[in-house]
């Protein structure tokens, strides 16, 4: 299918973007005429044309080296998806506190620091956004992911903050709460239970619709929010949940 070309000219980061949803957001920015980098831990074997960039979001001087080749090869930075991610399977009595700083410093801080490496440049363009990655468990408490879930509250308030501090600057910030996204994150998830087949159904049945959100249902949702089509739109939170928080 030939999309609409409105990034041509633009050039994305996304972070966590060689695989999963970081890898199909990469993928549809591209389709759509953007000049891609994905940073990320491991950045394997990419598809031609998305820049691979050897990055951890916990380290920020791993962070501004990716950031400074991205603009070194590509130009400069229109938008930032910050989308890596990790979870952490247990309750409050389950976890340590390693275990909670770990998925709170790549999925909150790991964010802050991505934006503050990219900032700088966004603020030379003139379609700058920043679409955060979320999930439904900042409003729905998933059973024995407490770090995750809190984490992901803390997107949402940290969007809504980022939203108000650069809006003056026309740079917009906005997140994607997916619901249960197919991907090999949930297949890991889902390999730590007894019984992953059962587990897969009953994840299938969550939503209103029958079914887990595609990868590519996901990257449509964060193509629209960073592309110049959404000028209007900041501070807010797009749900691609299947339904599942509000039906
Ligand atoms: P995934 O594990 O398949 O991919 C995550 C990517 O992030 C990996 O390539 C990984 O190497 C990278 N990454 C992890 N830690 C990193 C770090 N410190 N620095 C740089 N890169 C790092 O996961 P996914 O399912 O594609 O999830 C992507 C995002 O979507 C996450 O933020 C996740 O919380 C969110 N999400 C996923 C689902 C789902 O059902 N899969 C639902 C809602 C939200």
Excluded at 210 to 236: C, F, H, I, K, N
Aim: hydrophobic share 45%; net charge negative; proline share 4%.
């Amino acid at each position: 299918m030939t999309r609409p070309a409105e990034y041509d000219g633009l050039v994305a980061v996304v972070t966590g973007g060689a695989a999963g949803i970081g890898l199909a957001i990469a993928e549809e920015l591209g389709e759509r005429g953007a000049r891609v980098a994905a940073l990320d831990l491991d950045v394997g074997e990419l598809p031609d044309g998305i820049l691979g960039v050897t990055c951890d979001v916990t380290d920020r001087a791993s962070i501004d080296a990716a950031v400074a080749q991205v603009v070194a090869e590509l130009g400069g930075i229109d938008v930032l998806v910050n989308n890596a991610g990790i979870s952490a399977v247990g309750t409050v009595e389950d976890l340590s506190d390693e275990d909670w700083h770990r998925v709170l410093d790549v999925n909150v801080v790991g964010i802050a620091r991505s934006s503050a490496a990219v900032l700088p440049h966004l603020r030379g363009s003139e379609h700058a956004a920043i679409v955060n990655m979320c999930s439904i468990g900042a409003l729905n408490g998933l059973p024995q992911r407490v770090a995750y879930n809190a984490s992901k509250g803390a997107v949402l308030a940290l969007t809504y903050a980022m939203a108000t501090d650069y809006v003056g600057e026309g740079i917009r910030v906005n997140c994607v709460s997916p619901g249960t996204v197919h991907t090999g994150f949930v297949d890991r998830m889902l390999a730590k239970f007894p019984d992953p087949v059962k587990e897969k159904a009953a994840l299938d049945a969550r939503q209103a619709t029958g079914r887990m959100v595609t990868p590519q249902e996901v990257a449509d949702a964060v193509a629209y929010l960073a592309s110049p089509r959404s000028g209007s739109t900041t501070g807010t939170a797009l749900d691609v949940d299947g339904g599942i928080t509000h039906l």
